[in-house]
């Protein structure tokens, strides 16, 4: 069963992670590098990928004449996505062990972040969906 | 460069997509695997996938006593994600002209959803 862990935070979560110490980013870095190598060794691995400021978001809807309408306007409390993980596992509780360990990266000062992190299960197909 | 693009929605929304007829979901699909032939046949298609039900969605809030702290409490406001398409384009318009396309794909009698499509670049590394 293929599961995907999404870390999201608001903007103002970006930029207070945008001013941690040097060594808090280093410490949270080393972390997640290592959490991923843990995945990668234990065979559960799939993809992972961290995504880019959430201020050069956009949002796009179709228009009415074909062309794109862009805009990057969001409200505050909009949780945007900050990386994910997929992983191949045996049952949901594995995937949430696994979401539990990177909530607990550390944070500043070393403290866990105990950052939430959105498990969901991920379609091999729609009927899935029960459709 | 690579691009994610977002497809979220509420639980709500997702129960209107579950009541659409099959008709109306056949031809959405059929869109939708239109738009990622083209982009394998262009060569800017990474990959898409499709998330399961909101109603499965669980959090993870650290660990307690060695067991993961879980709980599938969530505002009723919360946009969760539905799917994503993965794609290598030379710009962030492409990227947004692709997303267009999918916001595009026609809903129910065939009107088109006009969905918002969150488009973001991957963090380089």
New interface residues.
């Given amino acids: 069963m293929k599961y ?3 870390m999201t935070g608001t903007k103002a979560d970006f930029d207070s992670y945008s001013r941690w110490s040097k060594e808090d980013l280093q410490r949270n870095v080393e972390f997640m590098r290592h959490f991923s190598t843990g995945l990668k060794d234990s065979g559960v691995f799939v ?1 992972s ?4 400021w959430p201020h ?8 009415e004449d ?5 805009d990057g306007i969001f409200p505050e409390a ?4 900050a990386e994910y993980w ?1 992983i191949d596992v045996e049952s ?1 509780e594995q995937a ?2 696994i ?3 990177a ?2 990266a550390p944070g500043p000062g070393g403290r ?1 972040g ?10 091999s197909s ?1 009927a ?4 | 460069m ?1 691009y ?3 497809m979220s929605g509420t639980k709500a929304g997702v129960d209107s997509y ?1 009541a659409w007829s ?1 008709k109306d ?1 056949d031809a959405h ?1 059929a869109v939708l695997a239109g738009i990622g032939k083209d982009l394998a046949e262009s060569g800017e298609f990474v ?1 898409t ?6 109603r ?8 307690k006593d060695g ?4 709980d599938g409490v969530f505002p009723e406001s ?4 539905l799917g994503y398409w ?1 794609v290598e384009v030379e710009t ?1 318009a492409r990227a ?2 692709i ?3 999918i ?2 794909a026609p809903g129910p009698g065939g009107v ?14």
């Fill in positions: 995907i862990l999404m993809a990928e961290g995504l880019g050069e978001a956009k949002i796009v809807r179709a228009g074909g062309e794109p309408v862009t909009k949780e945007f996505l997929i949901p949430y062990s979401a539990a360990k909530s607990g866990p105990n950052m939430p992190i959105e498990v969901r299960q991920v379609l729609h899935d969906l029960g459709l | 690579k994610i693009l977002l579950l099959q979901r699909m990959v996938q499709g998330l399961s039900d909101p499965e969605a669980k959090f993870v809030h650290g660990e067991m993961p702290v879980t919360k946009e969760f994600l993965i962030t947004c002209a997303a267009g396309r916001s595009a088109p959803t006009n969905m918002p499509i969150e488009v973001r670049q991957f963090a380089l590394r």
